[in-house]
């Protein structure tokens, strides 16, 4: 269960602008739960409008682990990346099953430019096939093609 009081007095310690919340969620009737001790125990935290705004409160970012994706490799859960771009307040940064850069713009789309994605195991650092470079330069050319959006809009 979510502590508000507890969350608060963190926040009040360290800062708001300084914390970065940790939602681990799973899907669970049609909704994605907030779990907890690696992933194990289910909590009755549902992710919605109405929880991430009370939950921005004491953060200045989301960290979102799609628990379902998190480390198989199998693709992004597009649905949670959508829901995240509607309705976190915040700064998000999504969190689990890529594959390969086409998983990146997968999730640039789908959250609307406003979700960030974090890759782990899937980069070649790490194990994985992704090679960091290819990663690197996919970078670079999102950065090139913003800064010609914006140049189309002066």
């Known amino acids: 269960r979510f502590d508000a009081a507890r969350a608060a007095a963190l926040r009040d310690v360290t800062g708001r602008d300084r914390l970065v919340l940790d939602l681990s969620c799973r899907k669970r009737d049609g909704l994605y739960f907030v779990c907890t001790d690696r992933w194990?125990?289910?909590t009755d935290?549902?992710?919605t409008p109405s929880s991430l705004a009370?939950?921005?409160a004491f953060c200045d970012e989301f960290l979102v682990h799609a628990v379902d994706v998190e480390g198989k490799r199998c693709g992004v859960d597009l649905e949670l990346v959508s829901l995240l771009a509607a309705h976190s307040p915040v700064p998000v940064t999504y969190a689990g099953g890529a594959r390969s850069v086409a998983?990146?713009?997968a999730v640039r789309d789908a959250g609307r430019g406003s979700v960030d994605l974090t890759v782990?195991?899937?980069?070649?650092?790490f194990g994985g096939d992704m090679r960091f470079?290819?990663?690197v330069?996919?970078?670079r050319e999102?950065?090139?093609r913003a800064a010609r959006a914006r140049r189309e809009w002066e």
């Open 40 to 42: 194990t125990q289910w």
């Open 45 to 47: 935290l549902a992710l």
């Open 54 to 56: 009370t939950l921005a």
């Open 103 to 105: 998983d990146f713009a």
């Open 120 to 125: 782990g195991s899937a980069l070649d650092l």
């Open 133 to 135: 470079e290819e990663v």
């Open 137 to 139: 330069a996919w970078q």
């Open 142 to 144: 999102e950065e090139a």
